[in-house]
């Protein structure tokens, strides 16, 4: 069964930074395309970041380049999402995705439950 | 403010048909055959229905359709069921990755 667990999350206050992590099990990690996605407190969905299989290649929202780095570790099924200076609309769900099959971003099937931040003083 | 909109709800009763646009710029439905559909309830996370516009995962209920035209993208859903109240969110990339604005649907 494909599971994927963020942690990480909590409270952190502006300009604050946080690092969310993705433990991925059940499936081979190093050959899927992950993503990290966010939703505010009543808001819709909004696609943040993904990485290659590699790691070799990663786009981020506009919103977040320059502050926030997404990476991953193959060796321990593991994605991280470096958030830094973080802003009050950075507060959000963050969900880590898997592509649906391999080769395939931007298809989104297996989701995290989600992993809470909030930035407030 | 997202450039692909959904109406911001939908209702229907039980055993009807409903559907859903996703209405793009030409630059990101219309060119691509990349619209992929999330039906989201409640306090869960997403779950993926659709992609490439018409495809349906494995388990996923033939009652869910997809479909497109020109620069809007739809989502059609049969014999409605109560468990079907929930968000729904397109998704379109093609220079930008960005999700629809989501439309509630409430089944009456």
């Known amino acids: 069964e494909v599971r994927l667990v963020e942690s990480g999350g909590g409270l952190v206050r502006p300009g604050g930074s946080l690092r969310l992590s993705c433990t991925a099990s059940?499936?081979?990690?190093?050959?899927?395309?992950m993503t990290w996605v966010r939703q505010a407190p009543g808001k819709g969905l909004e696609w943040v970041a993904n990485i290659k299989q590699d790691g070799s290649e990663k786009e981020y929202v506009d919103s977040v380049r320059g502050r926030f780095t997404i990476s991953r570790d193959n060796s321990k099924n593991s994605m991280y999402l470096q958030m830094n200076s973080l802003r009050a609309d950075d507060t959000a769900v963050y969900f880590c995705?898997?592509?649906?099959?391999?080769?395939?971003?931007?298809?989104?099937?297996?989701w995290g439950q989600g992993t809470l931040i909030t930035v407030s003083s | 403010q997202s450039a692909l909109t959904q109406p911001a709800s939908i209702s229907g009763s039980p055993g009807q048909s409903i559907t859903i646009s996703c209405t793009g710029t030409s630059s990101d439905v219309d060119d691509y055959n990349y619209v992929s559909w999330y039906q989201q309830p409640p306090g869960k996370a997403p779950k993926l229905l659709i992609y490439?516009?018409?495809k349906r995962p494995s388990g996923i209920s033939n009652r869910f359709s997809g479909s497109k035209s020109g620069n809007t993208a739809s989502l059609t859903i049969s014999g409605l069921q109560t468990e079907d109240e929930a968000d729904y969110y397109c998704f379109s990339f093609k220079f930008n990755n960005e999700f629809g604005g989501g439309t509630k649907l409430t089944v009456l």
């Open positions: 059940g499936f081979d990690f190093p050959n899927y395309w």
């Open positions: 995705a898997r592509e649906l099959y391999s080769g395939s971003p931007r298809r989104f099937l297996h």
């Open positions: 490439d516009v018409t």
